[in-house]
C-alpha cells in the first residue's frame, strides 16, 4: 500500500499564511553557509500553481518587512525595497521559464534530477548575479574583496538551502512512499540518527579537537541514509545534521566561557 502525497490547499490566503509560518520558523536556523527560507522559497515557488504565486512573495515580504522592523530598519524603506525585492522577483521569473520549458519537481530518474539540479544552479546564478550588480552600485569605493565574500557565502549558502529543503517537500507533496519504506526509514532514524546527534552534542561539549571530530561524524549517518534510502534518507538526514549542528553551534556561543581559577 502506498501512502497518497499531501495536497496542497486550494486557497491562496491559506497557503499565503502557511508558507509565512515556515519562513519564520526556517529564518531562525539561518547560518552564513545556508540559507534554508531561500530553498523553501524555490520548493515553494516550484510546487505551487502561479496564480497563487502573488501570496506566496507577499507573506515573504511582510515577514522579511516585520524582521527589518524589529532591527529598526536601518537602511530605511529605500533601502529594504533594494535589498529584499529584487532576488524573490528574479528567482520567480526564472522559475517561471523554467517551468514553461518543463520543469517538474520530481526526482523520479537521473534525467529529472540532473534538470533539477542544473535549473539550482542557473536560479542561484541568476540571483546572485543581480545581487552583485546591486551592490557595486552602492558600494564604496575599494570595498571589492568584501563583495566578492559576500557573494561567495551567498552562493553557498542558498545552493545549500536548496538542497537541503526542495528534495524534502517533492517528497512530502508529490512522492508516493511505500508504508515499509517509511517505517523503515522512521526506525533508522530512532536508531541510527538519534544515537548520532546525541554524540556530536556530547563530542561538541568537549575540549578541542573533540568539536571538529564532531562535525566529521555528522557526515556518517547521512551516507548510511543514503545508500539505504536514496534521496530521500539522504536529504532527511542532511537537513536534521544541519539543524543539529545549528543548535550546537547556538548553545555554544550562548554557553558562558568557563572560570579561571
Known amino acids: 500500500m502506498r501512502l497518497k502525497p499531501l495536497r496542497l490547499p486550494d486557497s491562496g490566503p491559506l497557503l499565503g499564511a502557511g508558507y509565512l ?10 547560518q552564513p553557509y545556508w540559507m534554508l527560507p531561500y530553498g523553501l522559497r524555490f520548493g515553494a515557488l516550484l510546487l505551487v500553481p502561479v496564480r497563487y504565486w502573488g501570496w506566496l512573495l507577499g507573506g515573504e515580504l511582510v515577514a522579511t518587512a516585520g524582521i527589518s522592523l524589529v532591527h529598526g530598519l536601518p537602511r530605511g524603506w529605500l533601502g529594504f525595497a533594494i535589498d529584499e525585492l529584487p532576488e524573490p522577483l528574479v528567482m520567480a521569473a526564472s522559475l517561471w521559464l523554467l517551468r514553461r520549458f518543463n520543469l517538474h519537481a520530481s526526482l523520479h530518474s537521473p534525467q529529472e534530477v540532473t534538470r533539477l539540479l542544473l535549473s539550482v544552479v542557473l536560479v542561484v546564478t541568476a540571483t546572485t548575479a543581480v545581487d552583485a ?17 559576500v557573494l561567495g557565502e551567498e552562493l553557498l549558502s542558498h545552493y545549500l538551502g ?3 529543503i526542495v528534495p524534502l517537500m517533492i517528497m512530502l507533496l508529490r512522492t ?6 517509511l517505517a523503515s526509514l522512521f526506525m533508522d532514524g530512532l536508531l541510527v540518527l538519534l544515537p548520532s546527534m546525541t554524540i556530536l552534542l556530547v563530542l561538541s561539549e568537549q575540549a578541542a579537537p573533540q568539536p571538529q571530530f564532531a562535525r566529521v ?7 548510511f541514509f543514503a545508500f539505504r534510502h536514496g534521496w530521500r534518507g539522504a536529504s532527511l538526514a542532511m ?5 543539529g549542528m545549528t543548535l550546537v553551534d547556538q548553545h555554544l556561543v550562548l554557553r558562558p566561557p568557563p572560570s579561571k581559577s
Open 21 to 30: 509560518l515556515l519562513w519564520l520558523l526556517l529564518w531562525l536556523t539561518v
Open 133 to 149: 550588480a546591486l551592490l557595486a552600485l552602492v558600494s564604496t569605493p575599494g570595498s571589492s574583496e568584501l563583495i566578492i565574500g
Open 162 to 164: 536548496i538542497l537541503l
Open 176 to 181: 508516493r512512499i511505500e508504508r515499509r519504506a
Open 217 to 223: 561524524l555528522s557526515l556518517a549517518p547521512v551516507l
Open 239 to 243: 537537513l536534521v545534521t544541519s539543524l
